[in-house]
């Protein structure tokens, strides 16, 4: 699977829109971009993934370069609930016999 | 519904000694996995079992480590001869093993100490 390269650390607003980018400039194109989050003592929660176009769901936008080599996860109304740390994961299809490799993510603290 | 559970939360043990961790999945879903996760770091894979099968197990660190799901559903991982070095959170999570999409869903994790 493509490596990802994420920002150690990012603050935001209460609020205010969250933009937490990724690059996976090595990705195939048969690879899927997907992100997760880890609240404080909790296991990783899905959020969100995509191959190419821009996907919206009910807790966050996946925005996608038309090369595919970098990506933005868009948390619209950022709340101090929203403060974890964000895995962006590239893998090959989403069968279920493909287990997940996280790097180190972005640690995103909402502050009041 | 219920999530994925799994017990203990917390397990303090010696070096040296036997420990096993149990997770639960979500009913009917016929994919498990282990992850172990490290202070700061994001998990890492350990075991993926489809069914009562380990389908890859390419991710146990070595042979003191093992992992059974012998009816399908419960899954407990077996570590023997503790090591300081494995103590971590351990963290099992589940998906329904489905043809296309498949959201692994995540268990509040096991943190083992080994001391």
């Known amino acids: 699977d493509a490596k990802t390269t994420q920002p150690t650390s990012m603050d935001c607003a209460e609020g205010r829109a969250a933009n937490l980018p990724c690059n996976h400039s090595t990705i195939s194109g048969n690879e899927y971009v997907y992100w997760y989050r880890q609240i404080h003592s909790q296991g990783p929660q899905y959020i969100i993934h995509g191959l190419k176009n821009n996907e919206t769901n009910e807790m966050a936008s996946l925005i996608i370069t038309e090369d595919r080599k970098s990506s933005t996860l868009i948390l619209p109304h950022a709340t101090l609930r929203d403060t974890a740390v964000y895995y962006c994961?590239?893998?090959?299809?989403?069968?279920?016999?493909?287990?997940?490799?996280f790097g180190g993510g972005t640690r995103l603290m909402v502050k009041p | 519904g219920a999530g994925v559970s799994q017990t203990p939360s917390n397990k303090v043990t010696e070096k040296g000694k036997y420990v096993e961790l149990r997770c639960d999945p979500i009913s009917g879903h016929t994919a498990l996995y282990w992850y172990r996760q490290s202070l700061g770091q994001g998990p890492e894979f350990l075991i993926y079992f489809q069914g009562t099968g380990a389908a890859d197990d390419s991710g146990l660190p070595n042979d003191r480590f093992f992992a059974v799901r012998p009816e399908g559903s419960v899954s407990t991982l077996k570590i023997q001869r503790t090591e300081r070095g494995d103590s971590a959170v351990y963290l099992c999570?589940?998906?329904?093993?489905?043809?296309?999409?498949?959201?692994?869903?995540f268990g509040p994790g096991t943190r083992l100490t080994v001391l």
């Open positions: 994961i590239v893998r090959v299809s989403y069968n279920a016999g493909n287990m997940l490799t």
């Open positions: 999570a589940s998906s329904p093993g489905l043809a296309g999409f498949n959201e692994q869903f």
